[in-house]
């Protein structure tokens, strides 16, 4: 795969299912148009090959209704404006719109008896967003809008903005009237998330603030609302942070959450828990199941309920007994995604769907203890990841892959550290990967102590610890590759981004002697001034490194900047709120002060997420670059 292969890449997502019809939303990068395009397909459960069912430019997240009549969907509307809120009939036809907000609505979530759909959005206070102020005025540009208030910590989010002065707000639309007005439940003063429907359809679940947010917390808990409107009412309240609730037939819940306390939150496997009134129980074991909730909410299937589960890099379709208690992952059956990643699922009845990819395959849908249905795949062959297993120094077991390219080598070689650090690397479809294969890089990718699915003591292993086992388990696992007969281990480079970036430039500064060169990308660099600038650093530096300032310094890259002598590429975007753009600047800055063929590229209009989301344009330009640094020191 090359960088201008980008656009070749068709990525199915969220999928839905009822009696034959099986829906699935397909995006594909546009890079000629700076924009993503795709629609939703339609892919018979008796094989034949998925169709083409919506027309329009982007259209997303598919929900069938209970009855099996509408297809209630989110359209993006042209020039990437807000998603909105359409419907369509099952049989076919035309869409209709539903909602008009200036934000865009989210994921649609129908009632039991398919005539209400529950949705969030975000609804931005008068004279903020483009709101005029008042009727009859103008609506003021983002450099006359009155300035920000903040008397809180918790203030904004990277790729969002600022939040307190647009809360997601819940809503309900009765579609039987076409002419109805969405309806708000709630005012606006706090945070609405994952909402869901009783079990008899009178009333709204949905995730909050602890207090619904009167200050600041990492705790969130499970409210309900009557679908007539009133004050909502506290249900559960969690052990740490809760996330989708749904209801089961028998008027019990079932939920994922975390158990933490404080700033605590961080590296903390997500269980299953059921709440039946009185105190809730946890199903799954917080040590060895951690739930993946990027994959969709738990789906209730007969006496079990269907979750994804993070498991050595692999994202598996679990089946969990409804009536469990304290379930080990071992004795969950595994439904899909053995050396996959599933990235959504969803049931009707015992027909159970899935979207899977693996590190070959872009994405299949798959009937689940059946056939593919369909691959979607890319136009550009792909290049399959090879297992790696060792040994630290101190005895730890140590797991990741290597991605090949094509041709006998010896194979230059790029490190490749995934973020989080409680992220992962896996058997699922990585872009990146491909892309450096596909110029003629062997791709190391190592999942450290510190990663996600290894069991919550792993994940948890480097809180205080950065730059400790971490490090050694990246090098063991580079040594157990570069043990290869076709790996060329005088030709070695080290990249990463977020954490990545933090071990990148960790790397550099105490092991440079083993690389060519580094790319480090949004890196964290300096625990003291992300502390005060990025989103999340008023609890994830003190979580992480501890509240010592000694101790932070201690755990900075940027303490030890004098160290580094390779050549170092500092990367980042403009608009990152997670490690904002000084942390790049004071690297770039200290290394070339020190000497050091230091060079920065920055990306005008992107967040963190830019290697994910950004735009296409940027993708593709930053793939380019990449391959253009490694040609110069790697070659």
């Not at 009939?89 to 909602?99: F, I």
């Not at 992107?606 to 640094?629: I, M, N, Y």
Request: proline share 7%.
């Amino acid at each position: 795969m090359r960088p201008d292969d980008l656009q070749s890449l068709t990525l199915p997502g969220s999928v839905s299912v009822r009696g034959d019809l099986v829906l699935v939303n397909v995006s594909t990068p546009d890079v000629a148009a700076n924009a993503y395009r795709g629609g939703l397909y339609a892919v018979p459960l008796d094989g034949g090959g998925a169709r083409r069912w919506t027309w329009a430019e982007r259209d997303l997240t598919p929900r069938i209704s209970p009855d099996g009549q509408w297809v209630a969907f989110l359209r993006v509307g042209e020039r990437g404006q807000a998603p909105q809120l359409h419907l369509m009939p099952a049989a076919g036809g035309d869409a209709r719109r539903v909602t008009d907000l200036k934000l865009g609505a989210g994921v649609p979530v129908w009632s039991p008896d398919s005539r209400r759909i529950a949705f969030t959005s975000r609804v931005p206070e008068a004279g903020r967003y483009g709101v005029a102020p008042a009727d009859g005025e103008d609506a003021p540009t983002p450099d006359t809008e009155a300035p920000r208030h903040i008397q809180r910590l918790d203030y904004r989010l990277d790729d969002i903005g600022f939040t307190a002065d647009r809360h997601p707000r819940l809503f309900v639309v009765d579609i039987a009237d076409a002419a109805a007005e969405p309806v708000e439940l709630t005012d606006g003063t706090f945070d609405v998330a994952d909402p869901a429907w009783t079990a008899d359809g009178t009333a709204l679940l949905f995730v909050a603030d602890r207090e619904l947010g009167v200050v600041e917390t990492l705790h969130k808990d499970l409210y309900t609302v009557s679908v007539d409107g009133g004050e909502p009412r506290l249900l559960v309240q969690t052990h740490g942070l809760a996330a989708y609730p749904v209801a089961l037939p028998d008027g019990g819940i079932v939920f994922y959450a975390t158990e933490s306390n404080g700033v605590h939150s961080i590296a903390r496997n997500m269980s299953l828990w059921r709440y039946s009134g009185g105190a809730p129980t946890r199903v799954t074991e917080m040590e060895s199941v951690d739930c993946e909730k990027a994959a969709g909410a738990p789906v209730p299937v007969g006496d079990g309920v269907l979750v994804a589960v993070r498991n050595r890099g692999a994202v598996e379709l679990r089946r969990v007994p409804v009536d469990g208690s304290e379930l080990p992952l071992s004795s969950l059956e595994l439904m899909a995604g053995e050396r996959a990643e599933v990235k959504s699922f969803a049931a009707d009845g015992d027909t159970v769907v899935a979207v899977v990819a693996r590190s070959d395959n872009t994405g299949e849908v798959v009937r689940v203890g059946g056939e593919v249905l369909t691959s979607f795949g890319s136009t550009v062959p792909l290049r399959p990841a090879i297992e790696l297993t060792g040994s630290a120094s101190d005895g730890y077991p140590v797991h990741g892959w290597l991605v090949l390219p094509e041709g006998e080598g010896p194979h230059p070689v790029v490190l490749a550290v995934h973020g989080g650090p409680f992220m992962y690397h896996g058997w699922g479809f990585f872009d990146e990967a491909q892309v450096y294969a596909g110029a003629g890089y062997a791709v190391v990718l190592p999942n450290p102590r510190g990663s996600a699915g290894y069991g919550q003591a792993h994940g948890q292993s480097v809180i205080g610890g950065f730059g400790t086992v971490d490090v050694d388990d990246v090098l063991s696992v580079l040594d157990v590759a570069l043990e290869r007969p076709d790996l060329d281990a005088d030709r070695v480079g080290v990249m990463g981004g977020s954490y990545g970036g933090f071990m990148t430039s960790w790397l550099a500064a105490h092991h440079g002697e083993r690389f060519r060169a580094a790319w480090s990308e949004r890196a964290v660099n300096a625990w003291d001034s992300f502390s005060g600038s990025s989103d999340i650093g008023w609890f994830f530096t003190d979580a992480y490194c501890g509240p010592s300032p000694e101790a932070q310094k201690a755990m900075s890259p940027l303490t030890y900047a004098e160290k580094v002598s390779i050549p170092f590429m500092v990367v980042h975007s403009e608009h990152d709120w997670r490690c904002p753009l000084e942390q790049a600047q004071r690297m770039f800055v200290a290394l070339r002060r020190n000497g050091v063929e230091a060079e920065m590229l920055l990306f005008p209009g992107e967040g963190h997420e830019l290697t994910r989301s950004g735009k296409p344009r940027h993708r593709k330009q930053r793939f380019d670059a990449v391959v253009q640094w490694w040609g110069r020191h790697l070659s």
